[in-house]
T-cell receptor, first 116, second 113 residues
Framework: AQKITQTQPGMFVQEKEAVTLDCTYD???????LFWYKQPSSGEMIFLIYQGSYDQQNATEGRYSLNFQKARKSANLVISASQLGDSAMYFC?????????????FGKGTHLIIQP | DGGITQSPKYLFRKEGQNVTLSCEQN?????MYWYRQDPGQGLRLIYYSQIVNDFQKGDIAEGYSVSREKKESFPLTVTSAQKNPTAFYLCASQGQYSNQPQHFGDGTRLSIL
């Protein structure tokens, strides 16, 4: 079973609209972290936002916020007031702190295209 | 500026040849990672190292080898045993706390001649 599922392979959004990118995860580890990364066409991975499993509040970083619903195991990224420069691949990733291999487990990503 | 440098940006491999991808960081991070990305896919973990002179296999280590002789350096060798090496390879490092993000290099694109 996939540990990180991103169900939207691609999305088209009008500039200035808000957009929600879905991410569900699967883990039995009570201690974990969830990360979102942006990958422009140039290929580099840009860290956007982090949510820890014990965090009481949803994370926010500028125009990015994370809608964390622990019971549903979802960690959706919300981008407010989208801009043309937001067009990129977006990846949700998880780190399980409790054990197993180190490193991040990534979803397959969502290709977001912002239209003028 | 602190960061991760990967080289080369593009690399071509002939059949039966080993090639080595370089990864250097000046972030003073103990942990370093190698990921592989195939078109339209997420990243998959190849190898990681949490400390000098120690490294562990990730999910897709077959056909790859690494070394960690210095804290700053974590080279990846794609051996001839890796039958499908064409991919985008990303190196990352991380600070000591689990809530810290991994920092990535700009990647190396490997193709078969």
């Amino acid at each position: 079973a996939q540990k990180i599922t991103q169900t939207q392979p691609g999305m088209f959004v009008q500039e200035k609209e808000a957009v929600t990118l879905d991410c569900t995860y699967d883990t039995s580890d009570p201690s974990y972290g969830l990360f979102w990364y942006k990958q422009p066409s140039s290929g580099e991975m840009i860290f956007l936002i982090y949510q820890g499993s014990y965090d009481q509040q949803n994370a926010t970083e500028g125009r990015y916020s994370l809608n964390f619903q622990k019971a549903r195991k979802s960690a959706n990224l919300v981008i407010s007031a989208s801009q043309l420069g937001d067009s990129a691949m977006y990846f949700c990733a998880m780190r399980e702190v409790g054990g197993g291999a180190d490193g991040l487990t990534f979803g397959k990503g969502t290709h977001l295209i912002i239209q003028p | 500026d602190g960061g991760i440098t990967q080289s080369p940006k593009y690399l071509f491999r002939k059949e039966g040849q080993n090639v080595t991808l370089s990864c250097e960081q000046n972030l003073n991070h103990d942990a370093m990672y190698w990921y592989r990305q195939d078109p339209g896919q997420g990243l998959r973990l190849i190898y990681y190292s949490q400390i000098v002179n120690d490294f562990q296999k990730g999910d897709i280590a077959e056909g790859y080898s690494v070394s960690r002789e210095k804290k700053e350096s974590f080279p990846l060798t794609v051996t001839s045993a890796q039958k499908n090496p064409t991919a985008f390879y990303l190196c990352a490092s991380q600070g000591q706390y689990s809530n810290q993000p991994q920092h990535f290099g700009d990647g190396t694109r490997l193709s078969i001649l």
